[in-house]
């Protein structure tokens, strides 16, 4: 994690590369964002993910939206981790101790109508199992309070301006505005 940013957490992300088989998980980590504001910078591609988040040392659960933008520049698999994983921002819902059910609705509004639905399934122990994992190969370690990203459940592209919610049902809901 770069100096000088306070610690959030990471992010998780598999099968990111398209036509490679990369299977294998990358790490990323979390810089979150302020006052529900997403500021995507010289973002060209936006994109809101809905994740499920867990906190390290708790196992509590929340709906969490990720800002990313795809164009920038990786197109291989090393320069993806070197750029965190096209990660923007994040933001989270309250969380609980509720784990999330198989199966749950996920939804993305954006200035209040939906732009994509799906049912979503997150295995959280396995996130914070492959954390554990990946996390001492950059000289970190998952600590108490961290909050780690389980992947993309959804995705839809988003332009500044726009209010956008994640509503992962039972889960929980988080709202941002895109700068």
Do not use: C
């Amino acid at each position: 994690m770069p100096a000088g940013l306070p610690r959030v957490g990471w992010k998780v992300g598999r099968g990111i590369v398209e036509g490679e088989e990369h299977l294998e998980p990358v790490l990323g980590y979390l810089t979150e964002l302020s006052d529900g504001a997403l500021d995507p910078g010289e973002a060209r591609e936006l994109r809101v993910d809905a994740e499920v988040a867990v906190e390290v040392g708790s196992g509590r659960v929340a709906a969490a939206l990720e800002l990313v933008d795809l164009a920038r520049p990786p197109d291989d698999f090393e320069t993806i981790v070197a750029e965190n994983v096209w990660h923007r921002g994040v933001a989270f819902g309250p969380f609980t101790a509720e784990p999330p059910p198989d199966g749950f609705r996920t939804s993305i509004v954006v200035n209040g109508e939906t732009r994509g639905e799906t049912t979503g399934s997150v295995d959280v122990e396995e996130t914070v199992r492959i954390a554990h994992r990946l996390l001492p190969t950059v000289g970190e370690e998952p600590r108490p309070g961290d909050r780690i990203i389980a992947g993309s459940i959804l995705q839809v592209p988003v332009a500044p301006g726009e209010e956008v919610a994640v509503d992962l049902g039972a889960l929980g809901r988080v709202t941002a505005h895109v700068e």
